[in-house]
């Protein structure tokens, strides 16, 4: 029933190395795909999406993959840094109809980056 | 100038207890969305409102009602409060397509049910 899965519920990395976030969907309906960035007590904050009619889009540090093949995508961080510790969500849409703002939700991944 | 404010932060209550939560945004966006966090984590869709019209009605209990006044409102209701209820609630909202996937959150609404 979990149509929209982040394995890794947390991830370390050190300051200045490459973040890489995890997400898989099942529902092969979804053609876009959306990262969130949440801080304690905030509500999530967008930060990148990609169509299915790509397959990768970058934004500054921030850098989307989709494969949509293995029905998977990935977020990279480079570099990064301590301020990027936060949740992060992975969401996805079926953009037909009045279902282009449905989003359906990972349950998040915590990164947290060392100095 | 807050873009998407919810009131209040946190709320505490009894069983049984009829409750609202307010949603206010200043963006000019004409869709308000309900999402609800339980305690996995999990971000869930309950309503969408466009211009003040109900289009997206997940599986909620009828003991929750939105309510928007008009498009910059989405007020959600919770009648007769269960202990499943308690969860962060969050207001959201956005254009409408293509860039309805492009949401803005307000801060959550912690509801604690006791």
């Known amino acids: 029933d979990q149509q929209v899965k982040q394995n890794s519920p947390s991830l370390s990395v050190q300051e200045g190395r490459i973040s890489i976030l995890n997400c898989d969907y099942t529902?092969?309906?979804?053609?876009?795909f959306l990262w969130y960035k949440k801080y304690p007590a905030e509500g999530p904050t967008f930060l990148i999406s990609?169509?299915?009619?790509?397959d990768k889009n970058e934004d500054g540090r921030f850098t989307v993959f989709l494969n949509k093949s293995a029905k998977h995508l990935s977020l990279h961080i480079v570099p990064s840094q301590p301020g990027d510790s936060a949740v992060y969500f992975c969401?996805?849409?079926?953009?037909?109809?009045?279902?282009?703002?449905?989003?359906?939700f990972g349950q998040g991944t915590i990164l947290t980056v060392h100095p | 100038d807050t873009a998407v404010s919810q009131t209040p932060k946190y709320l505490v209550t009894q069983m049984g207890n009829d409750k609202s939560i307010k949603c206010e945004q200043n963006?000019?966006?004409?869709?308000m969305y309900w999402y609800k966090q339980d305690s996995k984590k999990f971000l869930k869709i309950m309503f969408s409102?466009?211009?003040?019209?109900?289009?997206i009605n997940e599986t909620v209990p009828n003991r929750f009602s939105p309510k928007s006044p008009d498009k910059a409102h989405l007020n959600l209701h919770i009648n007769s409060l269960e202990l499943g209820d308690s969860a962060v609630y969050f207001c959201?909202?956005?254009?409408?397509?293509?860039?309805?996937?492009?949401?803005?959150f307000g801060p959550g609404t912690r509801l604690t049910v006791t």
């Open positions: 990609i169509s299915s009619i790509k």
């Open positions: 969401a996805a849409s079926a953009t037909g109809g009045t279902s282009y703002g449905k989003l359906t």
């Open positions: 959201a909202s956005s254009h409408s397509a293509p860039l309805a996937g492009e949401q803005y």
């Open positions: 963006l000019g966006h004409d869709t």
């Open positions: 529902n092969s309906m979804f053609d876009y």
């Open positions: 409102y466009n211009n003040k019209e109900l289009i």
